[in-house]
C-alpha cells in the first residue's frame, strides 16, 4: 500500500464513519476504498468490519455523552439479527473475491437511492408481531452479516416507523449493528480474510468520523457529508463492476 492509498483509505473513512451515524450506508464508500487500494473483495468485506466495529463503539461513546440511549428499545431485536449475521458471514465467505465485488458493486445503486432520502420519523398504528419482527431482523442479520452496505440505513428505515423518535431510532440502529459486526468479524478472522494494516487505517478514519458523526446527527446538519458520499461511492462503483480500472 502507498502512502496516497492509505491517506484515502483515512479520509473515506472519516466521511464514511459520519454518515453511518447520521443514517448509513458508509461501507459504500469503504469497501470500494479497500478494493481501490489493491485488497480483494472478501478481504475488503471482512477488513471493512473491523473499522465498522470499532467506530460503532465510538458513535455509542459520543451519543451516550449527549444523553442519548436506547438500550432497552434495542434488546428485542438483537437474537435474530445475530442468528442472521452468523448465516450470512459464513455464506458470503464461500464465495470468490470477483463474485462479491461484482454483487456489492450492483447493490449500491440501490443504497445510494436509499442514502438520498432523508431519514424521517413516521408515527404508525400498526404494529408488528413478534414471530414477524423476528423474521425481519432476521433477513436484515443475514443481509448485513454478507454485505453490511446499507444495513444502517434498513434498520432506521424499519426503527423510526416503530413509534421511536428520531434519535433513539439512531441510537438502537448503532447498538443492532455493533452487534451484527461483532457476530460476523470473527467468521472473517477465521477464515482469515482481514487485512490488518489497511484495517488499522480505516478503524482510525471510521472511529473519528463517528464520535463526529454522532455530534453533527444531535446538532442537525449532513447534507454536504452525504452529498460527498454519494458521489465518491458513484465514482467507485465502476471499479467494482469492471468498467475501469
Do not use: H
Not at 447534507?223 to 480500472?245: E, S
Amino acid at each position: 500500500m502507498v502512502w496516497w492509498e492509505a491517506v484515502l483509505l483515512f479520509l473515506g473513512g472519516g466521511a464514511a464513519g459520519i454518515v453511518n451515524a447520521m443514517a448509513g450506508g458508509g461501507s459504500s464508500l469503504t469497501v470500494p476504498l479497500l478494493v481501490l487500494a489493491g485488497v480483494p473483495g472478501n478481504f475488503a468485506n471482512g477488513t471493512n468490519r473491523v473499522g465498522i466495529f470499532v467506530s460503532n463503539g465510538t458513535t455509542i461513546w459520543s451519543f451516550q455523552r449527549q444523553g442519548i440511549k436506547a438500550y432497552r428499545e434495542a434488546f428485542p431485536f438483537l437474537l435474530p439479527v445475530i442468528l442472521g449475521s452468523l448465516i450470512g458471514s459464513i455464506a458470503i465467505s464461500q464465495v470468490t473475491d470477483r463474485t462479491f465485488e461484482t454483487i456489492f458493486g450492483i447493490l449500491i445503486l440501490p443504497i445510494i437511492f436509499l442514502s438520498i432520502k432523508e431519514p424521517k420519523t413516521v408515527q404508525t398504528g400498526t404494529v408488528l408481531s413478534k414471530p414477524a419482527i423476528f423474521f425481519v431482523f432476521l433477513c436484515i442479520g443475514i443481509y448485513a452479516g454478507a454485505i453490511q452496505m446499507g444495513v444502517g440505513l434498513v434498520l432506521l428505515a424499519f426503527l423510526s416507523r416503530s413509534g421511536l423518535t428520531l434519535m433513539k431510532a439512531n441510537f438502537v440502529k448503532v447498538v443492532v449493528t455493533l452487534a451484527v459486526t461483532m457476530t460476523a468479524l470473527p467468521v472473517f478472522i477465521i477464515q482469515g480474510k482481514v487485512r490488518w494494516w489497511p484495517a488499522v487505517i480505516l478503524t482510525l478514519g471510521l472511529s473519528i468520523g463517528g464520535w463526529l458523526g454522532a455530534r453533527i446527527a444531535v446538532k442537525g446538519g449532513e447534507r454536504i457529508i452525504r452529498i460527498f458520499m454519494i458521489i465518491a461511492a458513484i465514482g467507485l462503483t465502476g471499479r467494482l463492476v469492471g468498467l475501469y480500472g
